[in-house]
T-cell receptor, first 109, second 115 residues
Framework: KQEVTQIPAALSVPEGENLVLNCSFTDSAIYNLQWFRQDPGKGLTSLLLIQSSQREQTSGRLNASLDKSSGRSTLYIAASQPGDSATYLCAVRQDKLSFGAGTTVTVRA | GAVVSQHPSWVICKSGTSVKIECRSLDFQATTMFWYRQFPKQSLMLMATSNEGSKATYEQGVEKDKFLINHASLTLSTLTVTSAHPEDSSFYIC???????????FGQGTRLTVV
């Protein structure tokens, strides 16, 4: 059974600092990995999708890397802003999506 | 990205009644739709997977007679919580993917409160 772990569970940083969010998974036989953002009481917003054959994806201030063989992905958010405060979830796809518990980020103004 | 619309965003119902939640893909054909439940400060728990025109596949421990899922078209899936009880109160989220089962897009979620 696929297990997805996200560390840390919570993170608080001052505005402008770079964020590093970690995701690890136990079964490397995945199709892709997706990073999501969830605001309180809301659904999930897809941030980045990395196919199993890719090493990284970038979108604006966001960069996600994937090391499938070691079962790890990292989401980098550059120059954090208060609006980046949210819970970030990673999920890996096999026949279905398996989610981590998320990292709750607070960016202090 | 593609848009998935979920309705209602919140609902309060009395114990014993049924509640229907709709999930629509607005700009793509959703071959597969997924229904999740999320408890406070926890991650998403997959309840069932539905393919258009087929019966839903339920995860272990999910009562199929209580959580009725219909995926009658490529743009609409519904989840009906039958004979709702307070323990069914939760946040329900749908997700949809296209034929390639590639990127998953999520609805806004529905907060169900059973009183």
């Amino acid at each position: 059974k696929q297990e997805v772990t996200q560390i840390p569970a919570a993170l608080s940083v001052p505005e402008g600092e770079n964020l590093v969010l970690n995701c690890s998974f136990t079964d490397s036989a995945i199709y892709n990995l997706q990073w999501f953002r969830q605001d309180p009481g809301k659904g999930l917003t897809s941030l980045l999708l990395i196919q199993s054959s890719q090493r990284e994806q970038t979108s604006g201030r966001l960069n996600a890397s994937l090391d499938k063989s070691s079962g790890r992905s990292t989401l980098y958010i550059a120059a954090s802003q208060p609006g980046d405060s949210a819970t970030y979830l990673c999920a890996v796809r096999q026949d279905k999506l398996s989610f981590g518990a998320g990292t709750t980020v607070t960016v202090r103004a | 990205g593609a848009v998935v619309s979920q309705h209602p965003s919140w609902v309060i119902c009395k114990s014993g009644t049924s509640v229907k939640i709709e999930c629509r893909s607005l700009d793509f054909q959703a071959t597969t739709m997924f229904w999740y439940r999320q408890f406070p400060k926890q991650s998403l728990m997959l309840m069932a997977t539905s393919n258009e025109g087929s019966k839903a596949t339920y995860e272990q421990g999910v009562e199929k007679d209580k959580f009725l899922i219909n995926h009658a078209s490529l743009t609409l899936s519904t989840l009906t919580v039958t004979s709702a009880h307070p323990e069914d109160s939760s946040f329900y989220i749908c997700s949809a993917t296209g034929a390639r089962l590639d990127e998953a897009f999520f609805g806004q979620g529905t907060r169900l409160t059973v009183v």
